[in-house]
């Protein structure tokens, strides 16, 4: 439902559109059955998959890494993450995760050694350009100036479902604490209290924007 109801643009960019239906929504799906997998058998404690997983698992980073360029860099840095946590948390290294990331390389390998990435950089290309200046600083400032925008400034859905959800954890913690730790209950209380202000203006900014209420 929540899919349904984020703002139009975003909707229009990532589903009605088909190029951006399958750069963003297709590629997610993959990583996800990535990120499943290794929720089951971390976080669950299940069985690892056999050594014949080890090929799919290597076609499915490299796949994975060939749709669009930002996330084929996240898919890497992701990949290479979970192989140092499961290192740690597991005491050894999974060939499966070991198989993912070499995929993830390759494929990261594949895409960037298209020569029209050089057209890019070189700014020959009359489409795409690399940014002048700092990357790192001009990504940051495009995430807060646009992406935040729609992500979450304008998608009050989101924005009240969240903090419903918040407001159901909050109330599960209060359950527990104690009746004479007063500073932990009032810190509580406080935090419900904000959250509920927030809502309320959500509610009210959903309804002048969506609904005309202020005719």
């Known amino acids: 439902v929540l899919f349904l109801l984020m703002p139009l643009s975003v909707f229009a960019q990532g589903y009605a559109w088909v190029s951006g239906f399958t750069n963003y929504v297709i590629v997610m799906l993959l990583i996800l059955v990535y990120i499943n997998y290794n929720k089951n058998v971390i976080l669950y404690n299940k069985k ?44 050894h290294i999974s060939k499966i995760n070991l198989s993912y ?21 070189n700014n020959q290309d ?15 400032q495009t995430y807060i100036k646009t992406l935040s925008k729609y992500l979450f400034l304008e998608n009050h859905f989101l924005n009240i479902f969240v903090g419903f959800i918040c407001l159901y954890l909050i109330y599960k913690y209060f359950e527990k604490i104690k009746n004479d730790n007063l500073l932990k209950k009032s810190a509580v209380v406080c935090i419900s209290i904000f959250i509920c202000c927030v809502l309320s203006l959500e509610f009210y900014t959903l309804c002048i924007n969506n609904f005309n209420l202020s005719d």
Not at 102 to 109: D, E, M, N, R
Request: charged fraction near 10%; glycine fraction near 8%; hydrophobic fraction near 50%.
């Open 48 to 91: 690892e998959y056999s050594n014949k997983c080890i090929i799919p698992f290597f076609i499915l980073g490299c796949s994975a890494s060939l749709f669009i360029e930002h996330v084929t860099i996240y898919n890497v840095l992701f990949s290479i993450f979970i192989v140092i946590i499961f290192r740690v948390i597991k005491k």
């Open 126 to 140: 009359g489409y795409r350009s690399v940014s002048q200046g700092n990357i790192i600083f001009n990504s940051i």
């Open 101 to 121: 990331c070499l995929g993830t390389i390759i494929g990261a390998i594949i895409m960037f050694s298209n020569g029209a990435y050089g057209n890019v950089i």
